[in-house]
């Protein structure tokens, strides 16, 4: 995880300072690691499992907004109050950090926070390119490239080549995050299937991808 990390690209120095903040933390599946509204008092690195980050809709209604896996960075600095919620979709270990201290130690280390502003600018591309994908691509690339990225973040690859992928969410809440309705998700999770993209062998939440470079093309036609 060390090599994913924040801390990946740190000298002794400030991994030495951050070492001394930080505090692992077990999270089972279905916790919620921090509540919007609720005081801003920590952050976090991922160091296994995965996570969601939600925000209400102004009905009530939630929506996944991230979702966060190992050496992802948890958590929203320089703010007292916490603006959206974050929930364990699995078992998940934390290094978290309090936040004041955190912030504290990006002053005394600048190369620190840039570290830090360079990822939080990747996760911002990232996020926009997902709100373009809403609105160019349509219902079969969405999906497919929902599950390439899984396998380019948490994918496990084995001896003959196909990537196993556990889905942390349902098929519901894929259908949310992708802007489609959950019997469009199903349709064309079928569809992968048939044509031999996938297979779902061990139930709808455990994925092998088949053929990488098959569902590449579906999300990147030339």
């Not at 919620?85 to 978290?96: E, G, H, K, P, R």
């Not at 990225?149 to 519901?172: C, F, H, K, N, Y």
């Amino acid at each position: 995880m060390r090599d994913k990390a924040l801390c990946a690209s740190m000298s002794d120095c400030e991994l030495a300072a951050l070492s001394a903040l930080g505090r692992r933390r077990d999270v089972a599946a279905g916790q919620v690691v921090t509540w919007a509204g609720d005081p801003n008092s920590s952050c976090a690195n991922v160091v296994s499992g995965a996570l969601k980050v939600s925000a209400s809709t102004a009905d009530g209604r939630e929506q996944i907004v991230g979702l966060l896996f190992p050496g992802d960075f948890v958590g929203q600095l320089f703010t007292a109050e916490a603006s959206l919620t974050v929930t364990a979709l699995t078992d998940t270990n934390l290094c978290t950090f309090p936040r004041t201290g955190f912030e504290r130690a990006l002053e005394t280390y600048p190369h620190m926070e840039r570290l830090l502003l360079e990822r939080t600018m990747a996760s911002l591309d990232e996020a926009r390119e997902r709100m373009l994908s809403l609105g160019r691509k349509d219902a079969r690339e969405r999906v497919a490239g929902f599950l390439l990225e899984l396998a380019e973040r948490t994918g496990m690859p084995d001896a003959a080549g196909r990537i196993q992928v556990l889905i942390p969410i349902s098929r519901g809440e894929m259908a949310g995050f992708l802007g489609l309705t959950i019997e469009t998700v199903s349709r064309h999770l079928t569809r992968l299937k048939t044509a031999g993209v996938v297979d779902f062998a061990k139930g709808e939440r455990d994925c092998t991808i088949l053929d990488r470079a098959a569902l590449k093309a579906i999300v990147n036609p030339a």
